[in-house]
């Protein structure tokens, strides 16, 4: 039941046992939820995935095979930070070395003005320039990351 946040508790009630008798038919359940107050969306949730896994389970008991979840995946952040990068001279450019990065670079839309303003911002909060200068480089000189040039400036 949606939009609860349009009924007071009492309403809310009713309308739950007014649906009971309906509900029971198919061992359902009524959660009542407001989208706009993010109220019992975790219940919903919750009460699909049951659902869900109850008839997934079904069908493959029909077919003969055992269900089963798989592990879940857990994300945890790299240790790695964007700072973590190595300068070398390259003929007449800088080769910038660093997993973070070079794969920032290469994710980023370079044709994107506001895409290459926000790469630059972090490559100057990360020391880049900082550490070109202070190895040597000058303005106007080529900084290679990955497969993209950039001219320090």
Do not use: C, H
Not at 36 to 51: H, I, N, Q, S, W
Not at 67 to 94: H, I, N
């Amino acid at each position: 039941m949606n939009k609860v946040d349009l009924l007071t508790d009492e309403e809310i009630a009713e309308v739950v046992a007014a649906l009971d008798p309906v509900t029971r038919d198919f061992e359902g359940l009524v959660v009542a939820v407001s989208a706009t107050e993010a109220t019992g969306l975790k219940d919903f949730v919750r009460e699909l995935d049951a659902l869900f896994s109850a008839q997934v389970a079904a069908a493959l008991e029909a077919v003969g095979q055992e269900a089963s979840r798989p592990a879940p995946v857990v994300l945890r952040p790299s240790d790695e930070r964007v700072g973590d990068f190595k300068l070398e001279r390259e003929q007449q450019a800088w080769r910038v070395s660093g997993r973070v990065l070079e794969r920032l670079v290469a994710k980023a839309d370079l044709g994107n003005d506001e895409a290459m303003r926000y790469l630059q911002e972090v490559m100057e909060r990360a020391g880049l320039s900082a550490a070109i200068r202070k190895a040597g480089g000058v303005d106007g000189d080529t900084v290679k990351i990955g497969d993209a040039e950039f001219e320090l400036g």
